[in-house]
C-alpha cells in the first residue's frame, strides 16, 4: 500500500468515528423511545435486537398533552419570527441603504449587535418582573414578546448583510421608472433577497423553538407550555419515564434537524451573525 | 450608450428627496423601540432592583458587598471559568483537526459534513435528555456496554459523582459544540486562496512549517470569531447543565448562570440576582472587548 492510499485510510477511518461519537448517543435516545420498559433496562444493552413499539408515542401525544405543547411551540416560534422578520427587515434595509446623520447607521448597528450579546440571565429577573407587573406570566403573549426581541437583532444583522450584496442601482433604476422608494423595495429588492430571507426566517424558528431558559421562567401551567419546559419539567422529577422523554426529545428535534440541513449553505453566516461569510 | 440609459444615469444624480429623508428613521424605528423596551429599560430596571434588598427599604450597596464574601458566588465563578476554559479548549482543538480532515477533497465530503453537524442543532434540552440516557447508571448506554465488556462501574456514576459530575458536563458540551468549531474553522480553511500553499510547496516547507506559518495566520480572524462566540457562549452556559444535574450533586456542576437563577427564582431574592448577573455582564463584555481589539489590530496591520 503506498503512504498517499494509507493516509487516505486513516482520514476516512478518523472521520467515521467522529460520527459515530457524533451520532451514536442520538441513535441511542432513538432506540430508547422505541423500547420497550423491558428492553430499556437489558444488560449488555440492546442496540439493534429489540422489538419497536411506538406505546411511548402513543402515550406522549394521546395519554398526555404534548401535542398540545408542541402546538404551543409552534405558535409561539412562527408568530414571534414573522414579528421579527417584519420589523429587521425594514430596520436593516433603513440601516444599509440610507445616509444616515453622520455614523448613526455604524452606531445604531453595533448597539442593535449588542443587545443580542447579553447574557439571557442578566435579562430574565428584570423581564420576569416587568411580565408580571403587566399581567403576562404563564401567557403566549409574553413569550412570542421574548422571543421577537431575541430574533431582531439577529434579523437585522442577516438582512443587513443580504442587502449590501445587491448593488445599489438596482433600486434606483426602479425608482427613476417611476417606482417609489418602498414600491422597488417590494418588487425589485425583496425577490431577490428571498433565499436569505428564507435562511434568516428557518434559524429565527430554530432559535425560537429551542428556546428553554425564559419559557421555563416565563410559564409554568399548561396553557402556555412549550415543549422543551414540558420534557424538562419531567427529566427533573424523581421518577422519569424515560420512554416518554425520549418520545417527546426525538418529536422535538426532527423538525430541527430537518430545517437546520435546509440552510446548511448559510450555517456559518447564521451562527456568527454574519462574522464569517461561509 | 444608448440617450435614454445616459438620460437614466444623469437623472440618478439629482438630489435626494425631502420625504427620503425621513424614510430610513421611520424604518428602524419600531426595531429601536422593541430592543429600547427589552433590552435597556429590563438593564435599568435590573439596576434598580441590584440596589434593593429584600429585608430593608431604600437603598443599599448591600448586594454587591455581599458578593466578595459569598462562598456560593465564588465557587460558581471558579466552576465557569473551569468549564469555559476545558470546554473552549477541547472544542478548539478538536474542531481544528477535524475541519483539517475535512479541507482537503474527499469522496463523500459534504454527507461527512452533514453528519457531524448533528449534535449543534439539537434543542439544548433534548441534549439534556440524550445524555442522561447515556449516562445512567442503570440503563446508560456507557455503563451497560463497560459492565459487558468487564469493567466495574459500580463508581462510575457520572453526572451523579461529586468528583466525575462536572467533567462530565463538560463532556457533553465538547459533544455538542465541536462542531460549532469545526464549521466556522472549515468555512476560514476554504476561504484561504491557493497561492501561498503552492510558494511553500515550491520551497519545499514540511506539513507542519506550511501549517505553522500559511495556515494558522491566514486562519486567525475564522478563530478569533469562533473562540469569541464559543466563549460568550460557555460564560453563560445554563440549559445542558440544568437539564442534566441542576447544578448538583451538592454544588459540583453549579455555574453562575445556574446560581443566579436559583437566587432568583428559588429564593426570590431578585436584588442579588442582579447584583450578581451584572458582574457575570461586565466578565462577558470585558472578554468580548479583548478578542474585538485582538481582531482589529489584525485587521489595521
Not at chain 1, 420498559?37 to 401525544?61: C, G, K, M, R, S
Not at chain 1, 443580542?116 to 403587566?134: A, G, H, S
Not at chain 2, 429600547?36 to 448591600?62: D, E, K, M
Not at chain 2, 479548549?89 to 457531524?116: M, N, P, Y
Request: charged share 15%.
Amino acid at each position: 500500500m503506498t503512504s498517499r492510499a494509507l493516509a487516505k485510510l486513516i482520514r476516512y477511518a478518523l472521520l467515521l468515528i467522529a460520527v459515530a461519537f457524533a451520532l451514536v448517543p442520538v441513535y441511542w435516545m432513538i432506540t430508547i423511545s422505541l423500547k420497550s420498559e423491558a428492553d430499556q433496562l437489558a444488560v449488555p444493552p440492546l442496540w439493534i435486537n429489540f422489538n419497536p413499539t411506538l406505546a411511548h408515542y402513543e402515550d406522549a401525544f394521546f395519554t398526555r398533552s404534548f401535542g398540545g405543547y408542541m402546538a404551543t411551540s409552534a405558535i409561539v416560534s412562527v408568530i414571534s419570527t414573522a414579528c421579527a422578520l417584519v420589523l429587521g427587515t425594514l430596520a436593516a434595509y433603513g440601516l444599509a441603504r440610507f445616509k444616515l446623520y453622520r455614523a448613526t447607521a455604524r452606531h445604531l448597528g453595533l448597539w442593535i449587535l449588542s443587545t443580542r450579546m447579553f447574557p439571557p440571565i442578566v435579562t430574565i429577573v428584570p423581564l420576569y418582573l416587568m411580565m408580571r407587573d403587566w399581567g403576562l406570566l404563564n401567557t403566549v403573549a409574553s413569550l412570542v414578546i421574548v422571543y421577537t426581541g431575541f430574533n431582531l437583532p439577529f434579523v437585522v444583522w442577516m438582512m443587513r448583510g443580504f442587502f449590501d450584496e445587491l448593488p445599489r442601482e438596482m433600486e434606483e433604476a426602479a425608482m427613476v421608472d417611476g417606482d417609489t422608494r418602498m414600491g422597488a423595495l417590494r418588487r425589485v429588492i425583496l425577490p431577490l433577497v428571498t433565499p436569505g430571507l428564507a435562511a434568516t426566517a428557518v434559524f429565527c424558528l430554530i432559535i425560537s423553538w429551542n428556546e428553554f431558559l425564559f419559557a421555563w421562567v416565563l410559564t409554568q401551567t399548561d396553557e402556555a407550555m412549550t415543549l422543551p419546559v414540558a420534557i424538562a419539567g419531567r427529566v427533573t422529577q424523581y421518577k422519569i419515564e424515560w420512554g416518554v422523554m425520549s418520545a417527546a426529545g426525538v418529536v422535538a428535534m426532527t423538525p430541527i434537524v430537518v430545517f437546520a440541513m435546509a440552510v446548511q449553505r448559510y450555517l456559518v453566516r447564521g451562527l456568527s451573525l454574519g462574522a464569517v461569510k461561509g | 450608450m444608448t440617450a435614454q440609459s445616459s438620460a437614466s444615469l444623469f437623472r440618478n444624480r439629482r438630489p435626494t428627496p425631502r420625504r427620503d429623508k425621513a424614510l430610513p428613521y421611520l424604518l428602524i424605528a419600531p426595531t429601536v423601540a422593541v430592543l429600547v423596551t427589552l433590552s435597556i429599560y429590563p438593564l435599568i430596571y435590573a439596576v434598580r432592583v441590584s440596589f434593593q434588598s429584600n429585608s430593608a427599604s431604600g437603598w443599599t450597596f448591600g448586594n454587591f458587598a455581599r458578593l466578595a464574601s459569598d462562598q456560593f458566588f465564588l465557587s460558581a465563578l471558579g466552576h465557569t471559568f473551569v468549564y469555559a476554559s476545558v470546554a473552549l479548549t477541547v472544542e478548539f482543538l478538536l474542531g481544528l483537526g477535524l475541519a483539517l480532515l475535512l479541507d482537503r477533497s474527499l469522496r463523500g465530503r459534504s454527507i461527512f459534513r452533514a453528519l457531524l453537524l448533528v449534535p449543534m442543532m439539537l434543542p439544548p434540552v433534548v441534549v439534556g435528555v440524550v445524555w442522561r440516557l447515556m449516562f445512567n447508571s442503570d440503563f446508560g448506554a456507557i455503563n451497560g456496554t463497560l459492565k459487558t465488556a468487564g469493567v466495574n462501574t459500580e463508581a462510575l456514576t457520572w453526572t451523579a459523582s461529586p468528583e466525575l459530575a462536572l467533567a462530565s458536563v463538560i463532556a457533553v458540551d465538547v459533544w455538542q459544540w465541536t462542531p460549532f468549531m469545526f464549521l466556522v474553522l472549515l468555512a476560514g480553511l476554504q476561504a484561504i486562496p491557493q497561492e501561498p500553499y503552492e510558494a511553500a510547496m515550491v520551497d519545499g516547507s514540511s506539513w507542519w512549517q506550511t501549517f505553522r506559518h500559511v495556515t494558522l495566520p491566514l486562519l486567525r480572524p475564522a478563530i478569533l470569531i469562533a473562540l469569541l462566540l464559543r466563549t460568550m457562549d460557555l460564560l453563560r452556559v445554563f440549559d445542558q447543565i440544568f437539564i442534566l444535574t441542576e447544578g448538583g450533586p451538592g454544588f459540583a456542576t453549579e455555574t453562575v448562570s445556574l446560581y443566579i437563577y436559583r437566587t432568583a427564582f428559588r429564593f426570590f431574592d431578585f436584588g442579588y440576582a442582579s447584583a450578581m448577573s451584572f458582574v457575570l455582564l461586565i466578565l462577558t463584555n470585558l472578554i468580548s472587548f479583548g478578542y474585538i481589539k485582538l481582531l482589529e489590530s489584525r485587521e489595521a496591520a
